[in-house]
């Protein structure tokens, strides 16, 4: 039987393929990451109180209290969705709320409005990638 070397070449490629795609299967299948989404990195400029839902601590009828509180400065948040608006009578509001670790309890999440963000706009809730200004993703 004769040696047919593009067989061969096209077999191992196929080889190799099948392997490299139990292998991805195989690391999808590995533990689950924490977060669904990535991380963000955001300023806010006073600290913010967490709370356990997007319409908490508002003056719509939900009065749940905070859940944490995440600090002045950067940190990073998940993602955002919309929800109750927060405001401070002179114009300034963000329905905004973005899903992250807070800072105190150590271990909670909770959602944090937008609002907090350094340099927005009223309902906004952008990051900064580098090179420009880019809405962080929805939840």
Not at 108 to 137: E, K
């Amino acid at each position: 039987m004769p040696f047919n070397a593009a067989t061969t070449v096209r077999n191992t490629v196929a080889l190799l393929t099948a392997l490299l795609l139990a292998l991805a299967a195989d690391v999808s299948l590995a533990a689950p990451r924490a977060h669904a989404h990535g991380r963000y990195w955001i300023t806010t400029f006073a600290q913010a109180n967490g709370y356990p839902n997007t319409v908490c601590g508002t003056g719509n009828g939900h009065p749940c209290g905070p859940n944490g509180y995440l600090y002045a400065g950067s940190n990073y948040v998940n993602c955002r969705a919309w929800g109750a608006e927060v405001n401070d009578g002179r114009g300034n509001h963000n329905r905004w709320w973005l899903l992250t670790d807070l800072d105190t309890p150590a271990g909670s999440r909770g959602w944090v409005s937008a609002y907090y963000l350094s340099g927005q706009g009223n309902d906004q809730a952008d990051y900064w990638n580098g090179s420009r200004w880019v809405p962080i993703p929805d939840c």
